[in-house]
């Protein structure tokens, strides 16, 4: 049931850094504070805005420049050209945006923005309005840098020493550590941006984590006096977990569209928790090796598939590869994730990761086999096996590379087997302590809640 009220009481704006894994946890958080009576604007860029669709879930959606309206990222020089401009024209059009707000009964209070995006943080301050930060990533992967922040965690790291224990984390060896972590140098434009987040994150008036206490209990507990994330997560459609929104059935943005839906009908012949699910998200670009590895696993594994894969990234696959399959496998450029999750054929999820793909598998249940690439995947897939036990790292050779045999291996021990019991009896226990979470009184849900009560009663003070 909608519980949207029928008098908004106040206006935040939600703003996100332009891409796909960025708007989806964003723009669904802008839904829920919609159903629970906000007035909720998602801020993107011109060039990413005409792919987003949110009014029905009482989401309004606004343009702001990024400098590159015509083409966004892609006609940036750099990402420190694309970000450098972001925060000039950026920072001016957001104002722009709220003071157009203003004197109306939907005066802005408040700016949800996208961590990446510090600046946000000072059109706050010069609107006199309130703040918070939304991280994208695991509390795991904010608490790494937090550590960096702190000099607890130093860089760079020596690949062959231990380690430092750090509070509410397991043992994490060198390979575990984002990329951003262990190839500092590489990723510089990147690191720089997150630690100019931790460097302001105490001037926020809220800092939001897409995560849920129960996932990351042992770091919620350590840190609970030490940093001040607020856990809101799993973002999902509403309709996967808690059904609190009504007509909730997707994020309602997508920079990239399926040909057809042709592939649900597909799945519909396939037997229960028989076919793989592969996608590797909407940024990693694997090398031809590797895909051919992926490509003759699953060949191996005798298992019907299902393959996203960006046009590009086919031109990858071998004539023979596409020649063999058949009916048994099925290779698109894009999907819609969620439907093919929560299908019933599914049984397998072999995935890069991703922070966003992660909280779906586990809401949805899916035993998942991870090949991480960059950014904060490799922390991530450890946790998957090491931590929820809802699934298996994939293990790369002297290359680099994960092999078919791995990737064979892999499979089976999740799909057949003792250890795969184990591994479905994790991902059922997952996927309620997620529903739970975000449901009414659950611990997100609750922590939503009092971030509206904060807000109303600080906007009523001022008034």
Not at 271 to 294: D, K, T
Request: proline share 5%; charged share 20%; with cysteine.
């Amino acid at each position: 049931m909608n519980k949207r009220m029928e008098t908004q009481k106040g206006h935040v704006v939600v703003l996100t850094y332009p891409a796909q894994g960025h708007i989806n946890p964003l723009l669904q958080f802008a839904k829920r504070l919609a159903s629970k009576g906000l007035k909720a604007t998602l801020a993107t860029t011109p060039y990413t805005v005409k792919s987003i669709h949110a009014e029905p879930a009482g989401v309004q959606v606004e343009p702001i420049s990024d400098g590159f309206d015509e083409g966004g990222y892609k006609q940036a020089p750099s990402l420190q050209a694309y970000m450098e401009s972001f925060k000039q024209a950026g920072s001016r059009t957001l104002a722009e945006l709220i003071k157009k707000f203003s004197n109306t009964d939907a005066a802005v209070i408040c700016i949800v923005y996208d961590s990446m995006l510090t600046w946000a943080v000072d059109v706050a301050r010069e609107l006199n309005i309130y703040s918070a930060a939304f991280v994208p990533v695991s509390a795991t992967v904010f608490s790494l840098f937090r550590s960096i922040h702190h000099g607890h965690l130093h860089l760079p790291v020596n690949p062959q020493a231990r380690l430092p224990s750090l509070p509410g984390l397991p043992p994490l060896d060198f390979s575990d550590l984002p990329s951003f972590i262990a190839e500092p140098v590489t990723h510089s434009a990147y690191l720089t941006a997150i630690m100019e987040q931790q460097s302001i994150i105490e001037e926020n008036d809220w800092v939001f984590g897409n995560t849920f206490e129960e996932l990351e209990s042992e770091l919620a507990k350590a840190m609970s006096s030490l940093w001040p994330m607020v856990m809101i997560g799993p973002m999902v459609p509403s309709a996967y977990l808690d059904q609190q929104i009504e007509g909730d059935t997707s994020y309602g943005a997508s920079l990239w569209n399926p040909t057809s839906d042709h592939y649900l009908k597909w799945l519909d012949t396939k037997p229960l928790n028989s076919v793989i699910y592969v996608s590797f998200g909407s940024m990693v670009s694997l090398a031809a090796n590797q895909v051919e590895e992926i490509a003759y696993g699953l060949k191996a594994s005798n298992r019907h598939f299902l393959w996203i894969m960006k046009d590009h990234e086919t031109e990858k696959l071998s004539m023979e590869f596409l020649r063999s399959i058949d009916d048994s496998g099925l290779i698109l450029n894009w999907c819609n994730q969620l439907e093919v999750l929560s299908h019933w054929s599914i049984g397998c999820y072999i995935t890069h990761c991703g922070w966003n793909s992660i909280l779906e598998g586990l809401s949805l249940g899916v035993p998942m086999v991870g090949v991480p690439q960059w950014s904060d995947q490799p922390t991530n897939a450890k946790f998957v096996e090491d931590v929820w036990r809802v699934g298996k790292r994939a293990k790369t050779n002297e290359e680099g590379v994960v092999s078919r045999e791995e990737i064979e291996k892999c499979i089976s021990k999740v799909m057949v087997g003792e250890s795969s019991e184990e591994i479905k009896r994790s991902c059922c226990q997952w996927r309620e302590s997620a529903r739970r979470a975000v449901s009414k009184g659950g611990s997100s849900d609750k922590n939503i809640d009092a971030f509206i009560g904060a807000l109303l009663k600080k906007k009523s003070k001022s008034s």
